[in-house]
C-alpha cells in the first residue's frame, strides 16, 4: 500500500475510534523549521479543549496568542507585539485573528485598537507523533528520523505504523523510546469495509517535553550538527503544533477530476476517500491524477463535503458560535 493511502486509512482508522485532534503533514522542528515533519499527529484536548472550539475553526495565529493583546482594555495593536516581533509579521497576525474571530478591533482617532474576544485557553494535552513506514523494506530515512523525534522530545510520545511484519531486527535499529503499531487488516471481517486493526508490538516511552532537546540540523560523516532548544521554545512549538493539528485537520486530500473516482462511504471506511476504480485502491489526485494516467476520465471532483464530515465525527466545529462581544457594548469607545 502506498504511504498515502496507509497515512488516511490509519487517520480514518483512528479517528473513528479515538478523542484526538488528528492532522496529517505537519512540521515539528523547533531550531530549523520545515526540517521534520511528522506524517500525522495526534493531540489530546485538555479541560480547555471545548472553550477553544468555541472560539474559531481555524487555527489561530501564534503571534497573536504571545501579545499582549488581551480580552480586557483594547490595545494599540502596534503596541502589543514584542519588539523581536516584525511589524509586518504582527500586522498579518492581527489581520489573521480579526478575521477568524480571535480579536476584536475597534476604531480610536484612527487608529486600531484590538483585544481578544475570549481568553485562549491551553487547551491541548499530550501529543503523539505517528511515522507511517507501511513497508519496512524500504525505511529511507526513518532511522534518522526517529532519531531526532527522540532527541528533539518535542512529542510526548512517537509511534511508528507500519504494515510489515516487524522482527527483533527492525526493533533494534529505530530509538527504544519509540513505539511500533502493526497496523492489518481484519481478514474476518467484510474485505468491503476495509477494517483496520492494530497490533501493538512495543508500547512508546515518555519522552521529555519539559526539558530542553537536542535537535539535529545536518548529519555529516562523522559529526552532526545540533541545536539546543530551550523548553521554553519547545512550548511555544507545541503550542503551534496543537493550533496547526487544530486547523488543518487531516482530510486536506483531494478528490480526482476523473470518472473512475468512486469515493468511499464513510459509514464503511470511517472517511470519505478518494478510491480509484480504475487502479483499485486510494489514490493521491494531487500526485497520481490527470490526463496523462491512462485511466483518466475527464468528469467532475466529487463535491464530498469534508468539512461537515470532520464536524460531524470529531469534536472540532467547523462554525463555533464565536464569543463576538456585541458591537454595540464597544461603540462606547470610539
Ligand atoms: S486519473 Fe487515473 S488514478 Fe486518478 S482517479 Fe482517474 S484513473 Fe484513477
Request: with cysteine; glycine share 8%.
Amino acid at each position: 500500500m502506498s504511504e498515502f493511502a496507509f497515512e488516511l486509512e490509519l487517520c480514518a482508522h483512528l479517528e473513528s475510534r479515538r478523542e484526538e485532534v488528528l492532522a496529517r503533514q505537519l512540521g515539528a522542528s523547533v531550531a530549523d523549521p520545515g526540517g521534520r515533519i511528522l506524517d500525522v499527529v495526534a493531540v489530546e484536548p485538555g479541560p480547555g479543549f471545548d472553550d477553544r472550539a468555541a472560539i474559531t475553526s481555524e487555527t489561530i495565529p501564534d503571534a497573536a496568542i504571545e501579545s499582549a493583546v488581551g480580552t480586557g482594555r483594547a490595545r494599540y495593536w502596534k503596541e502589543a507585539f514584542a519588539d523581536d516581533c516584525h511589524p509586518d509579521h504582527a500586522r498579518r497576525a492581527t489581520e489573521r485573528a480579526c478575521e477568524i474571530g480571535f480579536f476584536e478591533r475597534e476604531l480610536r482617532n484612527g487608529r486600531e485598537y484590538v483585544r481578544q474576544v475570549a481568553r485562549y485557553p491551553e487547551w491541548a494535552d499530550r501529543i503523539v507523533g505517528i511515522e507511517n513506514k507501511p513497508d519496512l523494506g524500504r525505511p529511507g530515512d526513518l532511522e534518522s528520523q526517529l532519531r531526532t523525534d527522540v532527541s528533539l522530545a518535542l512529542v510526548d510520545e512517537v509511534v511508528l505504523a507500519t504494515e510489515s511484519y516487524v522482527t527483533r531486527a527492525h526493533l533494534n535499529r529505530i530509538p527504544e523510546e519509540v513505539g511500533v503499531w502493526r497496523v492489518h487488516r481484519d481478514d474476518r471481517r467484510d474485505e468491503e469495509t476495509r477494517t483496520l486493526e492494530i497490533d501493538v508490538v512495543r508500547e512508546p516511552t515518555e519522552l521529555p517535553v519539559d526539558e530542553p532537546g537536542v535537535e539535529p540540523l545536518e548529519f555529516r560523516p562523522g559529526r552532526t550538527e545540533i541545536a539546543v532548544v530551550s523548553a521554553d521554545a519547545k512550548a511555544r512549538s507545541r503550542r503551534r503544533l496543537a493550533e496547526r493539528a487544530y486547523g488543518k485537520g487531516w482530510r486536506t486530500y483531494e478528490m480526482p477530476g476523473c470518472g473512475a473516482c468512486s469515493p468511499t462511504d464513510a459509514d464503511d471506511f470511517g472517511a470519505t476517500l478518494p478510491f480509484c476504480t480504475w487502479n483499485g485502491r486510494l489514490v493521491d489526485a494531487a500526485s497520481e491524477c490527470g490526463p496523462s494516467c491512462p485511466g483518466y476520465e475527464p468528469a467532475d471532483a466529487s463535491t464530498a463535503d469534508l468539512e461537515g464530515e470532520r464536524d460531524r465525527r470529531t469534536p472540532w466545529k467547523a462554525d463555533p458560535d464565536g464569543r463576538r462581544r456585541r458591537q454595540s457594548g464597544l461603540d462606547r469607545f470610539s
